[in-house]
């Protein structure tokens, strides 16, 4: 569909694979409703007229950025530090495929290999997808070792003895100890990366969007591992009650319609909602409702 003459235009780049299905879901909960009219589909529509999206590996965003094929995208800054990219990291969103963690890129070893660390690799093969960020930890460390690029599959390389170590990305370590291997070093930690393209950075409308999107996506992640709680209770427990209230700043009190009572409402962690109500209960809390968030911006 041809474009409007004049019309102004975001180019976003989005991950595709691993963190394409996370990403998607950060941007609903953003407001922004993505789709793919099939699996195999490149260019996914968004509700939003302004923005254009694509998308791209992880692995290739920060070239496409830098270049200026894209004004936008997001990636890891385990591919911005690969590729030597010179675009522009407007902000750190903390989220991966599984959690909402940093990543880590270890350097492993078969469990009966007898290697303890890193020195135990010299004049031995590695293999890993980080080839750049894998071969400049090795020169750090005075470790004369051959890296050879992975194109997957690469923890059954050290199995079937193609390798004696790897370079491999990890979340929650079962992959590795599935393949009974073990970590020696990490490599590096990464995080998701909204960054920009240098020039489209310097234009003010460009620059506005983006920071409106980084905004509202912080927001989501920021409200991810959040609840929000409302109750009731007497003004004469209502110090009881705010005594164990872990709130975003003070919990908002407001009076009620019945003399004596008061309204709380407040945002905390997910995880203690199950210790905390019962809490609450016994400290006079009445009509409590837990609810999820969208967005908590700070």
């Known amino acids: 569909m041809a474009k409007t003459a004049g019309k102004k235009i975001l180019k976003l780049g989005l991950p595709k694979g691993s963190l394409q299905e996370s990403t998607f879901k950060m941007f609903k909960k953003a407001g922004f409703n993505i789709s793919l009219s099939s699996e195999r589909s490149y260019f996914p529509s968004i509700d939003d007229a302004e923005i254009e999206p694509v998308l791209l590996r ?96 690469t923890e059954a390389k050290v199995s079937t003895g193609l390798v004696d170590g790897i370079v491999e990305l990890t979340e929650t370590g079962r992959s590795l100890k ?37 905004l509202l996506l912080r927001g989501a992640i920021a409200a991810e591992e959040k609840v929000g709680l409302k109750m009731n209770v007497k003004k004469a427990d209502l110090e009881k009650v705010i005594s164990v209230l872990p709130a975003l700043k003070r919990p908002t009190i407001s009076g009620l319609s019945q003399e004596g009572w008061l309204a709380i409402e407040t945002v905390i962690d997910e995880k203690v909602v199950r210790t905390l109500i019962p809490e609450l209960r016994k400290r006079g809390a009445q009509g409590i409702i837990e609810y999820p968030l969208n967005k908590v911006i700070y």
């Open 58 to 153: 992880a692995q290739e965003m920060s070239r496409y950025v830098a270049d200026g094929a894209l004004d936008c995208g997001i990636t890891g800054n385990d591919w911005i530090l690969e590729n030597r990219s010179d675009a522009v990291r407007v902000t750190d969103l903390i989220y991966a495929k599984q959690s909402l963690n940093k990543v880590r890129w270890v350097l492993a070893v078969p469990e009966t290999s007898g290697i303890k660390s890193v020195k135990g690799l010299e004049g031995k093969r590695v293999a890993t997808e980080l080839i750049n960020v894998t071969k400049e930890y090795f020169q750090k460390n005075k470790v004369k070792v051959e890296v050879e690029f992975s194109w997957g599959a």
């Open 178 to 214: 599935a393949n009974k291997l073990i970590e020696i070093a990490t490599i590096c930690e990464s995080t998701t990366q909204f960054i920009a393209n240098r020039s489209s950075y310097k234009q003010t409308w460009k620059k506005n969007k983006m920071e409106e999107i980084c």
